[in-house]
């Protein structure tokens, strides 16, 4: 093993750390257990959200110490913004992640520790409700301890802005700066005035719940639906806290928990493999509890048939309407619907956003709502459908960068000019309504279900709506192939696959020509047609997109969260009737498959 490495890891040995976590350092190095150089061969980056990694020890590990300079970081450049302020006030919330109250709690007494106010939710709250805490209380920042979707041995740190929104420019380089000046855990002011901790659930779940409710579009269809089957897993999570209310709230009375997944738990239960468990007093490393944790968990992720098993098992059982699962911060939402043989079908994130977008203008259309200064947001890799059907009732379509963050960006701009109606990303987040500047899942449920409600009364299943839809406006499929690099060598081949794209863009993908090439870190657009360059007019990131003459689209990007590099492809065709969906499905399946071969993938 590097011995740079081992040098650094034994300076935790010497310094303020508390025993257990030097003892579990001695632990990694007599073993020579090889997650001792990921935990120390660099230290944890925080990045323009946040933090996100395995839970640990070292400085490349989610722990009591890179989660407190972190908030230190952040504290400093809280207060140095508003230094003018007599009081600065903060939220912070966490969900169920294995740590996460403690974690919690460090983040709170650190803000303490530095003079501010801080408003800490008594419990585990969806991620969505931080936002709308932030700028209920008229806080200046705001926490949130989440490993959002990610697996067990994963937990992280998100920052938000006064305005309700993950941070963006300056701030978020601003905050990684200060961060990075935190030298040392001395640095660090640990012990918070507990005094200036104030714990809230009610005072913010009931206007949140309220607001939630002024959303609704068909109030009496729900009440004539009200017996609506729904089945809902939280996944363990925070959506247990509000997405059963706030269905109840808008009227639906036929609401089926999966009680399995309803347990509140970061270890994730009924996720493991059948028959297999570990206990952590069971082992004498934390590393290697959470390692075999891990083997045997899979990922809560309601994208994944995995973590859907037992809800649309549940679903058959009862012959539900509609199946949901959320994330384990509530942010995220999972939709499963029958399909046209009777057989439940997870839809696919670019599916349930355009369900959930085309809804919310149908009623807005439908109630002589829209008076030509409204407005959806999606991000440059969720599906082009959506575009269609603001074209249709001309609404305008804002495209952002990847990440929620850039669509509560442009809710904020637009407020007072314009009306936000909603939108979304193909990563299973939605919103609607502008009082909240994340995705949110429980919205999103609540919505989904009355759309689901609406769709019944006319006789029809979502499925149903979504068949029309494409029948109108074409085919759309997409698939998203990820490629995980971990570590220090899988950062750097994540680069490298980066600059060989942009060094040598393709001219061609799947047999049909290069139309248009944006590069969003250079932030230039070139039209090959014609060999001009235009600006993509937003900000830089490290992206490069694809559109080919049969208005294929290929985008290729790192994760920002995860060690990943993901490839996403849209195609689509044109269908005349619903018997033609077969064919075209196993058109366009090869389609992309075509396109991704000729990418090496």
């Known amino acids: 093993m590097d011995t740079h490495t081992i040098d650094k890891a034994k300076t935790w040995l010497t310094g303020n750390y508390d025993e257990k976590t030097k003892k579990e350092i001695q632990y990694l190095i007599d073993k020579q257990d090889p997650e001792l150089e990921d935990a120390f061969y660099k230290n944890l980056e925080f990045g323009t959200g946040g933090l996100r990694g395995v839970i640990g020890v070292g400085t490349n590990k989610i722990n009591k110490y890179t989660v407190g300079m972190a908030t230190q970081g952040f504290a400093n450049y809280i207060k140095k913004v508003y230094a003018d302020d007599e009081q600065i006030s903060v939220a912070v919330i966490h969900d169920c992640r294995i740590r996460g109250r403690m974690f919690a709690e460090t983040v709170a007494n650190i803000f303490a520790a530095n003079g501010f106010k801080v ?23 705001g926490v949130n301890v989440t490993a959002s979707h990610n697996p067990a ?59 939630i409710k002024g959303l609704s579009l068909s109030p ?43 347990v509140i738990s970061g ?41 859907m098993e037992l809800a649309i098992q549940k679903g058959k059982d009862i012959n539900a309407d509609i199946i949901m699962a959320t994330d384990p911060d509530g942010d995220r939402v999972g939709i499963v619907v029958k ?8 839809l696919n994130g670019n599916q349930t956003g355009t369900l959930f977008v085309q809804y919310l203008i149908q009623q807005w259309d439908a109630q002589q709502k829209l008076q030509g200064k409204e407005f959806v947001v999606k991000t440059i890799v969720t599906t082009e459908l959506i575009a269609e059907i603001c074209t249709k009732y001309n609404v305008e379509l804002c495209n952002v960068l990847t990440g929620f963050k850039y669509i509560g960006e442009k809710i904020r701009l637009l407020e007072g000019s314009k009306q936000y109606i909603g939108g979304g990303e193909e990563s299973f987040g939605y919103s609607a309504g502008d009082f909240v500047r994340d995705k949110d899942a429980v ?60 060094a040598e863009p393709p001219t061609e993908i799947g047999d049909s020509k290069v139309i248009l090439q944006r590069d969003f870190f250079t932030k230039i657009e070139k039209d090959l047609t014609s060999n001009k360059e235009s600006q993509t007019g937003l900000p830089s990131s490290n992206v490069l997109q694809f559109i080919t003459e049969d208005n294929s689209k290929i985008t290729v990007r790192p994760s920002g969260t995860e060690p990943l590099i993901k490839f996403y492809f849209e195609v689509r065709t044109k269908v005349a009737s619903q018997s033609d969906f077969d064919n075209a499905e196993i058109v366009l399946a090869q389609k992309i498959e075509r396109l991704k071969k000729s990418l090496g993938l």
């Open 220 to 262: 009496e269809i729900i009440q004539k639906q009200k017996n609506l089957s729904i089945v809902f897993s939280p996944l363990h999570g925070t959506g247990i806290t509000l997405v059963p209310r706030v269905l109840k709230e808008y009227g639906f009375e036929n609401i089926h928990i999966v009680e399995e997944q309803a």
């Open 153 to 211: 041995k994963y937990n992280g740190y998100k920052a938000y802005w006064e305005d309700g929104c993950q941070l963006i420019a300056p701030h978020d380089d601003n905050v990684i700066t200060e961060v990075n000046a935190i030298a040392s855990i001395n640095d660090v002011k640990w012990e918070g005035n507990p005094e200036n901790i104030i714990l809230w659930d009610e005072e913010i779940d009931k206007p949140y719940v309220e607001a």
């Open 443 to 502: 919205i999103a449920c609540a919505l989904i279900a009355e759309a689901a409600a609406v769709a019944k009364e006319n006789g029809k299943s979502l499925y149903d709506v979504l068949i029309d839809t494409y029948l109108e406006y074409g085919y759309f499929k997409e698939e998203l192939v990820t490629l995980k690099k971990e570590g220090k060598a899988g950062q750097e081949e994540i680069a490298a696959i980066m600059d060989r794209f942009r």
């Open 267 to 307: 270890e994730f239960p009924s996720l493991r493999e059948k028959g297999k468990s570990v206990r952590e007093e069971d082992f004498e490393s934390e590393t290697e509890w959470l390692r075999q944790l891990n083997d045997i968990t899979g990922s809560p992720n309601p994208e994944k048939e995995s973590a």
């Open 339 to 346: 399909n046209s043989e009777g057989e439940y079908k997870i």
């Open 119 to 141: 408003y800490l939710s008594k419990e585990l709250r969806p991620t969505p409700e931080l936002s709308f805490a932030i700028r209920r209380l008229g806080c200046k920042a």
